[in-house]
């Protein structure tokens, strides 16, 4: 069946620094992928998506590109913020739910 | 506008009871959805609902597990005789269509529910 694999953190920086979060996919259609944050303290917020190979979602300066050919949705961020410390969570759409990565705990120290 | 509700944000039971976790979806969402997530893993599928009708219910994990949605817009997963096992915090999410896996699901906040 469809799966996720992202990688496993903490993923530890400095503020400012640059910000890579590997996610690869099996699937066996063409899904649409997406990345969600999950802040202390609160509930899972859509942070971008894609829904076609070489889109580019982007949001909040994080991006990500679908490459078809590699199966992979990396999220990157340029300059990463304290306020960026979270669970990021790689998806893909099956038909109509979300499969889920394991999460990826970022900590950002100023 | 209000986003998902759920309630209670937190249940503690007993093994061997039963439980129903409730969810408000965002006003005019037609799709709604059930995860469980485990401590330390991604949301897992559960079963989600196309107006009233259960579309897809092939991640609930056996016959102790059950939804409604009787009016299309508010649900309840009930949970029977429940195990230690089902502790994990119990997801909905929401989205205005379900249409070829492109629609934005908003998730509510959790119920976190813990059987002693």
């Known amino acids: 069946g469809d799966s996720v694999t992202q990688m496993e953190g903490p993923v530890t920086l400095s503020e400012e620094a640059f910000l890579t979060i590997n996610c690869t996919y099996t699937?066996?259609?063409?899904?649409?992928l997406f990345w969600y944050v999950q802040y202390p303290g609160e509930g899972l917020q859509l942070l971008l998506k894609?829904?076609?190979?070489?889109d580019k979602g982007s949001n909040k300066g994080f991006e990500a590109t679908y490459r078809k050919e590699t199966t992979s949705f990396h999220l990157e961020k340029g300059s990463v913020q304290v306020s960026d410390s979270a669970v990021y969570f790689c998806?893909?759409?099956?038909?109509?739910?979300?499969?889920f990565g394991t999460g990826t705990r970022l900590q950002v120290f100023p | 506008g209000a986003g998902v509700s759920q309630t209670p944000s937190n249940k503690v039971t007993e093994k061997g009871k039963y439980v129903e976790l409730r969810c408000d979806p965002i006003?005019?969402?037609?799709?709604l959805y059930w995860y469980r997530q485990s401590l330390g893993q991604g949301p897992e599928f559960l079963i989600y609902?196309?107006?009233?009708?259960?579309?897809?219910d092939s991640g609930l994990p056996n016959d102790r597990f059950f939804a409604v949605r009787p009016e299309g817009s508010v649900s309840t997963l009930k949970i029977q005789r429940t195990e230690r096992g089902d502790s994990a915090v119990y997801l909905c999410?929401?989205?205005?269509?379900?249409?070829?896996?492109?629609?934005?699901?908003?998730f509510g906040p959790g119920t976190r529910l813990l059987v002693l």
């Open positions: 999410a929401s989205s205005l269509i379900a249409g070829e896996g492109q629609e934005t699901q908003y």
């Open positions: 699937a066996t259609g063409y899904p649409s």
């Open positions: 894609a829904t076609k190979a070489d």
């Open positions: 998806a893909l759409s099956d038909q109509d739910k979300l499969i």
């Open positions: 006003s005019g969402h037609t799709a």
């Open positions: 609902f196309q107006g009233t009708g259960a579309a897809d």
